[in-house]
């Protein structure tokens, strides 16, 4: 809990407490601007540092070198006069960077002259017919569970899907010595071929040495079944089994208890969409990313966007551009930066950047698990299916907004986070168009759910409420 | 299905309410990492068709692990720590109205 | 998939704008046997039918224009008709309910000024006249259990409802369809031309050709007007709306400014502002809305907001529906309203088989056309 209230202004508010939101607000406070850090979880690190300041599993190697970097960057913020506002909810900000934040069960409105927006990735959906089920999570979910709680799947546990996050978080989880029934790796077998491109730089990368003995660790201790093409979650209110094909073949059938699904991660878009950012989509990444400057500075003046939110680059990338977007901020505003900082900011940033085409296109998630069909569930909140969408499609709805009044579709409370890419490409694909083309939700504030009460007790101007209220 | 690791430092213990019976959590827990601890095979059924839900996603995104906690419905279980004597329960269809 | 229509190709009527106004009329046509295109902006338009109410309301309207009062209720009376048609046809259930509606009083000063109005709406000239009552809070009590102790009193009247109105939208959507109209959208027209009795609509995916063209497009009504010999004088007006979380039911009756849908969320309005074609989100009127709803039924409080938006109203420049047909290029019509949900029964029965027939009837639609501006700005 904040013990300093917060205010009505500061000089740069920043919003994310991950690796690039600390960087960037313990940037700007070196350079003496009043600096706020507004983080929805209860202590920092984000998700990629998740718990790192309170994890259970301090004494031992479980969670791997890299995790631990994350402690001299809490340590740098917290010493560099920042104010810390754990807690808290950023639901809305407008173009005059006014914002709106939830803590404490109230809500605030305050200003600043320069926004930088941390909110970081959330995973890809990844709708298989029984995603749904109780027992099927996100691997992020189960590496949460582990740092924040030292908890493991138990019971028979299959991981499937593609990307690095999934062999980091199999490494950990033998590591704790819990146990890994299978791999299921979906990752394209055609992505090789694209991936070779950009072989060169991956290998002067840090990744690759990281990466290679990640993957040789956890092929030894786990069998893993590459090259699969389909995947089905069974049971009748939890998940019993997952049925999978490899390439062309038959269906196979595995038992187990939990199913931890993965196929990378993409910007959290909804802070920076509802303030108007304009997005465009990557057709590497298969994802919406902002329209940036060169230290992340967005279409709108005074707001920037710094780390995976920018454009998935990895914990390394998003803690230089924190740092850069903070010393851009700091420089806009009068504050002092040495200018070593900067150009060590910009080095850093080219090397952690260095490699991250290969595992782009290495870990492009194939279409089937991009775009499903039939009953498979699309719209979590409001259970609405793939074939419902591309039956609407053939009714004559354009876009995702049209669809959000023929369906319900990305009407519930999670905004279209765990609907609106796959929307987006199953409109663009039935129609035949880009995604690009097909565009994407409309959003607004709040972009979190707050209570009425909370609202209410905002400011109510004079011409507001003459608005309502016309007696 | 989920185990604590051995040693377990968390924290000291803490005693929750799931649908009245009690629970021992850890201080770093998150409501849904008590409730899958608790091996809770699910935390709600959705207001649209009864389908059962558990936690997903862990972080904040999803609203697949609504409670009601402490009287209060559709409140985002991976977002609360535990704390003592908290009441937590299934939250069946939709939220209702009050407290 | 719905695309442009073959070279030549000729419809019987197009209709210009997709939203509740275009598709009851389209279904009202195809309905009456006519042939028709619906023409549709794309995903990104201003699409005023997104920020309705879902009311079928009818006893604060028409101060000023008794013929309104009487069009509202003939709406409203045909509404079990209209939404039974609809779901035999479609099988949408539109969830219309008709159990009378509140508008509830927070002061004695609301309820006096609440009075008086309904009373001169009942005291005008050529009123068909009908029933409300002024009820006192233990009354209201006794039908809303729920509402907060500053509540003084309701006006109430048994003839106000309300529906799903997504569902209503996708049911005309899909009946017209089933009809055989054809729906184009991403077809926004930038011109018309009349020529030798048809009409010629030009948009970026190619022209549509009709005999007949009915203007529903809301506030591009204005561009299109002149086009075709019409006047539509309309202009957008700022309404802003939130919706909560799906809650077990408690509300069953429509209040004027707070209703629960079918589906569990309470939706809240109503805000008014000036803004021109801006339909940014205050956040000071959204506050303004969630603490008079909380004042109704301070229960609300604890209620998450999932969703605020705002929209553009059609308002015409009384406030009041205009309908035309064109004179100097016979064929073409108007309908323009801000009560598109209320009023889609009478515009799918009623105004539909009207145009058809190519003729609106003078003791129907004569107080609405946009002659009477004429005549104001003489009187004036």
Same mark, same amino acid.
């Given at each position: ?10 000089? +740069? ?23 706020? #850090? ?29 995790? $631990? ?39 605030? !409105? ?25 027992? +099927? ?18 019971? /028979? ?87 999978? /094909? ?24 909804? #802070? ?12 590497? %990444?298969?994802?919406? *990313? ?69 595992? @782009? ?10 775009? =499903? ?28 907004? &049209? ?9 519930? =409370?999670? &905004? ?35 209570? !009425? ?19 | ?5 051995? =040693? ?32 809770? @095979? ?9 389908? =059962? ?25 991976? !977002? ?20 | ?63 000023? #224009? ?12 045909? $509404? ?38 309904? %009373? ?7 009123? %068909? ?12 009590? &006794? ?34 369809? &089933? ?5 184009? *959208? ?27 063209? +009915? ?42 400014? +707070? ?43 604890? #209620? ?19 309908? @035309? ?56």
């Amino acid at each position: 809990m904040s013990a300093i209230p917060v205010g009505d202004s500061y000089d +740069v508010a920043v919003i994310g407490a991950g690796p690039a939101g600390l960087a960037a607000a313990a940037t700007c406070a070196r350079a003496s601007l009043a600096t706020v #850090l507004f983080d929805e979880q209860a202590a920092h690190g984000g998700q990629i540092y998740r718990s790192i300041t309170e994890t259970p599993l301090t004494s031992s190697p479980i969670l791997g070198k890299s995790y $631990w970097h994350g402690s001299a960057l809490v340590d740098a913020f917290n010493t560099s006069g920042a104010q810390y506002v754990p807690g808290a909810t950023v639901w809305s900000l407008t173009r005059e960077r006014e914002i709106g934040v939830s803590f404490g069960g109230g809500s605030q !409105l305050t200003r600043a002259k320069r926004v930088i927006i941390c909110t970081g990735a959330l995973e890809r959906p990844f709708p298989i017919p029984g995603w749904t089920l109780p027992g +099927v999570m996100t691997a992020g979910a189960a590496q949460i569970l582990l740092k924040s709680s030292a908890l493991v799947a138990s019971g /028979r546990t299959v991981l499937a899907g593609c990307g690095p996050l999934l062999w980091l978080i199999a490494s950990q989880y033998l590591r704790a010595g819990a146990k890994l029934d299978a791999i299921l790796d979906t990752t394209p077998a055609e992505n090789r071929m694209r991936a070779a491109g950009h072989v060169v730089p991956f290998l002067f990368s840090g990744y690759l040495r990281e990466g290679l003995e990640l993957l040789r660790t956890v092929k030894r201790e786990v069998r893993v079944i590459s090259g699969v093409t389909a995947l089905r979650a069974l049971g009748e209110r939890t998940v019993n089994s997952v049925a999978y /094909r490899r390439g062309e073949g038959a269906e196979e059938t595995l038992a187990l208890d939990n199913l931890l699904l993965h196929q990378g991660v993409v910007p959290n878009v909804n #802070l920076a969409m509802s303030v108007g950012i304009e997005h465009r989509w990557d057709d590497l %990444q298969l994802c919406w *990313s902002p329209v940036l400057g060169g230290e992340g500075n967005s279409s709108l003046e005074g707001i920037a966007i710094a780390g995976d939110g920018a454009g998935i680059a990895g914990a390394q990338a998003a803690r230089w551009r924190g740092a850069l977007a903070g010393i851009a901020a700091s420089r806009a505003l009068g504050g002092s930066v040495e200018g070593s900082e900067e150009s060590t900011a910009r080095r850093e940033l080219a090397r952690s950047l260095r490699g991250r085409g290969f595992l @782009d296109a290495l870990y492009r998630p194939a279409r089937t698990f991009r775009q =499903p069909s039939g009953d498979t569930l699309v719209c979590r909140c409001e259970e609405v299916t793939a074939r419902d969408i591309v039956e609407t499609v053939a009714l004559g709805c354009p876009g995702p907004n &049209q669809m959000k009044t023929f369906l319900r579709c990305g009407m519930g =409370p999670c &905004q279209g986070r765990l609907c609106g890419l796959t929307v987006t490409e199953l409109i663009a694909e039935s129609r035949g168009v880009t995604p690009q083309d097909v565009g994407y939700y409309r959003l607004r504030p709040p972009v979190k759910p707050i209570t !009425l009460g909370e609202m209410a007790a905002l400011p109510q101007s004079e011409a507001a409420v003459k608005a309502v209220v016309r007696i | 299905m989920f185990k604590r690791l051995q =040693p377990d430092a968390a924290g000291g213990a803490v005693t929750v309410f799931i649908d009245g019976k009690p629970f021992a959590a850890r201080t770093t827990d998150s409501v849904a990492a008590a409730l899958l601890a608790a091996d809770a @095979d699910h935390c709600r059924t959705t207001p649209v068709s009864g389908a =059962p839900r558990a936690p997903y996603c862990m972080m904040g995104v999803c609203f697949d692990c609504l409670v009601a906690i402490d009287g209060v419905g559709n409140r985002q279980a991976c !977002l609360i720590r535990v704390s003592e004597g908290m009441r937590v329960e299934i939250q069946r269809g939709k939220r209702t109205l009050g407290a | 998939m719905a695309t442009m229509p073959d070279a030549g190709r000729d419809f019987d009527v197009a209709v210009i704008g997709g939203g509740l106004m275009g598709s009851a009329i389209a279904w009202g046509l195809a309905r009456s046997g006519q042939r028709v295109a619906a023409l549709d902006e794309g995903d990104i338009a201003y699409r005023a039918s997104r920020g309705n109410f879902a009311l079928i309301w009818v006893h604060s309207k028409g101060l000023g #224009l008794a013929p309104y009062s009487a069009w509202t209720m003939r709406s409203a009376n045909a $509404w079990t008709e209209f939404a039974g048609m609809l779901e035999s046809q479609t099988g949408i259930d539109v969830a219309f309910d008709r159990p009378g509606g509140f508008n509830l009083a927070l002061s004695e000063r609301e309820f006096e000024a609440r009075r008086d109005l309904l %009373q001169r709406i009942q005291d005008q000239r050529n009123m %068909q006249r009908f029933e409300f009552e002024m009820i006192d809070r233990e009354r209201v009590k &006794q039908a809303i259990p729920q509402i907060g102790p500053e509540v003084v009193g309701a006006s109430y009247s048994r003839f106000d409802g309300h529906c799903n109105a997504l569902r209503l939208f996708r049911a005309l959507n899909t009946g017209m369809q &089933q009809l055989g109209t054809t729906y184009l *959208s991403d077809h926004r027209v930038e011109r018309i031309d009349y020529a030798a009795g048809a009409f010629r609509m030009t948009t970026r995916q190619g022209e549509v050709h009709a005999g007949k063209v +009915v203007l529903a497009a809301g506030i591009d009504n204005v561009r299109l007007a002149p086009m075709v010999g019409l006047n539509i004088p309309v202009r957008p007006q700022r309404g802003q709306l939130i919706v909560t979380e799906k809650t077990a039911p408690f509300l069953h009756y429509p209040v004027q400014t +707070v209703r629960q849908t079918d589906e569990g969320g309470v939706m809240i309005g109503d805000s008014q502002e000036e803004a021109g074609a801006d339909a940014t989100v205050g956040l000071d009127v959204t506050a303004v809305l969630a603490s008079r709803a909380i004042r109704i039924f301070p229960q609300l409080a604890g #209620l998450n907001i999932v969703r605020s938006w705002a929209c553009l109203r059609v308002m015409t420049k009384d406030g009041f529906p205009i309908y @035309d047909q064109s004179t100097t290029c016979p064929g073409a019509f108007n309908a323009s309203c801000h009560s598109g949900v209320t009023l889609a029964a009478a515009h799918a029965l009623f105004l539909a088989p009207q145009i058809a027939a190519g003729q609106l009837s003078a003791d129907d639609f004569a107080p609405f056309s946009s002659r009477r501006f004429d005549v104001q700005a003489l009187a004036a």
